[in-house]
């Protein structure tokens, strides 16, 4: 990439600025790029690792300990518990709030699989409500319509790093006795109204893919909480329900974080808030540059952090007219981007059985038609971002 802050001598900022924009529109983006920031901190993770090979210990040992401690204290929730994965976190939660054959849980239909699969895992039914068109988080109006005599949880997620409308959410489960357990996978650092995620339900679980904010490099997960009794339990059930040495009370899974990943975690997790700051940033950026393209408001709508919420921008989803095309376009000059989520939940053939149709959850569906993530990663140049945004102007027969 060239150094436009060594533009030649008398070039003006208009011109340094049009020369930048001409190399932008040139520039390939990839939607993520992890390997720069695992360089940027290479020196630390190759320490972490040699730690834990040399350390003889390879299951709960030390680093599974102190990410536990450390990621509790970055959430303010009471404690955490290492998980393999995300999915396996939502799973064990469930099951330590006795979620089971005959029980519903109600959640969103727009989100990522694994959601609605750990709910079906158990034998219980999943229940789905609306959208907001906004946010694109549960609508807590739909959210109480769906809740009925058999709901045993929900499953508010706190989509693309913004949290749901928690407060009419926790309301009216207080009111009918029914557990939150939140969905907190995309939303490590997300706050809304002071609130950190993962500390306003029953249960939060969390995904360290390699993907998320803090990933891992591999799968992990955790389940934090304000309640050290559901803490125990759910410590039990990710070691096969063993409550002390060869004592089952119930049957749980084999679903441990690793003292490796917990090792590189712990590393990562210090650097947290500079990648969450970049992202928040480059969001920022965004709107600056997306301003000047002059789009409408039927072309492009852009996210943006709702009041009183931090939103940690895991993903950038834009809602583009004539979305598929767009893509196209983008991929053919090198801008990476991708659709969460091209299919809502109702509609996957495996929830047939649930007896929705198309037309049921129709902000979702059309979210689903409309919804495009772009780069946002925390080293997501200037540069690149003008070439995303030229790509997606020129497409709309704009020029920035
Ligand atoms: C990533 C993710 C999960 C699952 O996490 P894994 O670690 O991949 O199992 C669950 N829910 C949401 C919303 C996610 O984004």
Sequence with gaps: MKDWSAAPAGFGDAERIAARRLAG??????????????????????????????????????????????LAAYCGATGAVGMSSGTDALLVSLQALDVGPGDEVVTTPFTFFATAGVIHRLGARPVFADI???????APAALAGAVS???????????????????????????????????ACQAIGADI????????????????FPTKNLGALGDAGAVTAMDSSLLERVRALRVHGESSRYVHREVGINGRL???QAAILLV???????????????????????????????ELRLPAA???RRHVFHQYVVRARDRDRLVEHLHSRGIGCAVYYPRPLHLQECFGYLGYKEGDFPVAEQACREVLALPIYPELTAVHAEAVVAAVAGFYGRRV
């Design 149 to 183: 005599g058999k709901t045993k949880a929900v499953i508010p997620v706190h989509i693309f790093g913004q949290c749901a409308d928690m407060e009419p959410i926790l309301d009216e489960c207080s009111r009918r006795g029914v557990a939150v357990v939140e969905d």
């Design 132 to 138: 907001e068109p906004d946010g694109l988080n549960i």
């Design 258 to 260: 690793d003292e490796l």
């Design 306 to 308: 709702l009041p009183g």
């Design 193 to 208: 109204g002071g609130r950190r995620a993962g500390t306003m339900g029953c249960l939060a679980a969390f995904s360290f």
């Design 268 to 298: 990562k997790l210090a650097h947290l808030e500079e990648y969450q700051s970049a992202r928040i940033r480059n969001a920022a950026r965004y709107a600056e540059l997306f301003a000047e393209a002059s789009l409408a408001a039927d």
């Design 25 to 70: 529109a040139a520039e390939k983006v990839p939607l993520l790029d992890l390997s720069s920031q695992h360089a940027s901190i290479r020196a630390e993770l190759d320490a972490a690792i040699a730690r834990v090979v040399g350390s003889g210990r390879y299951i709960l040992g030390e680093q599974v300990a102190a990410f536990e401690k450390a």
